[in-house]
């Protein structure tokens, strides 16, 4: 088994741009319109709905204390919130995302040409208006994960729809370690 060693980066807005750009994730920010909204007057722009057929959108709070990396992806978009109210002192909570297809990422593992410039290790920030809300679009292989031993799972949030999918990557050969 080949191990690609991850080199964890930390989570910027030039990253999530970067990862806008891929078609990978989506920020959350207001629409263009709803910026130029006149006195007196009401904008309301759809960022996005989720398919029906995955049903209606739901909240679930994670708790995860997982360190093996294995990557997944689900068929509809998934929202982030990477919050801490209670202002616990969690272990560091990392999102390992898959710079590209699942199908593309498996044909590489295949043909042994998985590499680190395939896969990013990002350490996600708590509570930063600019980078601890975002969305993981759909199809994108990801996963979170946090490092071996004592201290607080690390907590979040995601919004995602109620009836939502969740299907493994399965790269041959190939292991992970940060």
Known sequence: MRIINLKPVAITPIVIRRLEKLGLV???????????????????????????????????????????IGLTAHPDNEDIIVINPGGYKFKPLYLIIGLDSPKNLARKARLGRLSGRDILALRLCYDDPKTCVFTIL???PHCEVTLPGPGKAPVFF???PNRLKMASIVLPGYGFSM
């Open 158 to 160: 995601v919004t995602e």
């Open 138 to 140: 759909k199809n994108t």
């Open 26 to 68: 989506r920020a959350f920010r207001p629409t263009t319109r709803s910026l130029r909204v006149k006195e007196g007057g009401c904008v309301v722009d759809k960022v996005y709905a989720t398919a029906p057929r995955f049903g209606t959108h739901k909240l679930v709070c994670v708790g995860k204390n997982e360190t093996r």
